[in-house]
């Protein structure tokens, strides 16, 4: 039973980044879409830092030539922004996880908006490197979604 639910999980984990780029939503656009905020937060026991998902994060953004800013609540103009929130558990022989990845917008007068209706993030267990990778093929559908959506976007528009 138990070798029956990790080939479960392990092939959930294989089918679910072809799955997680969504069709890019209007809201995705961006006036200039070489730029993406990013928020980061870790939470529990997850076997990996902020910095080292912020790491991971500039490596995807810069693969498809974006750059990272600090997200500005005062500029409209500014969202969508990329939120990534990782939870994690450790257990005999690895770890559990539960990542939340979708855009939001952030104003002063009503907080996070969350954006996307489905996510990007998933759930899973596996060894250290196994939640890592996971983690970056969602990140990684994540800003395919933003790419796309932005495809017909001025590259240079500002």
């Known amino acids: 039973m138990l070798l029956r639910n990790q080939f479960t999980i392990l092939v959930m984990l294989l089918v679910h980044p072809v799955l997680a780029t969504a069709d890019p939503e209007p809201w995705m656009r961006k006036q200039n879409p070489k730029e993406l905020a990013i928020i980061v937060y ?18 995807v953004l810069g693969a498809s030539g974006i750059e990272k800013i600090v997200p500005d609540e005062t500029d409209p103009n500014d969202f969508p922004a990329l939120s990534i929130v990782a939870k994690c ?11 939340d990845i979708d855009f939001i917008a952030i104003s002063r007068s009503h907080g996070v908006i969350r954006l996307g209706s489905r996510g990007y993030g998933s759930y899973g267990q596996g060894r250290a490197e196994t939640t890592r990778n ?15 959506a932005n495809n017909d976007v001025p590259k240079n528009s500002q």
């Not at 080292?52 to 500039?58: F, G, L, Y």
Request: with cysteine.
């Open 89 to 99: 558990a450790e257990i005999p022989g690895g770890y559990i996880y539960d990542y």
């Open 42 to 59: 870790t939470m529990f026991d997850c076997p990996f830092s902020k910095d080292e998902i912020s790491a991971v994060t500039d490596d």
């Open 134 to 148: 996971a983690l970056r093929r969602y990140i990684e559908g994540a800003v395919a979604s933003f790419v796309a």
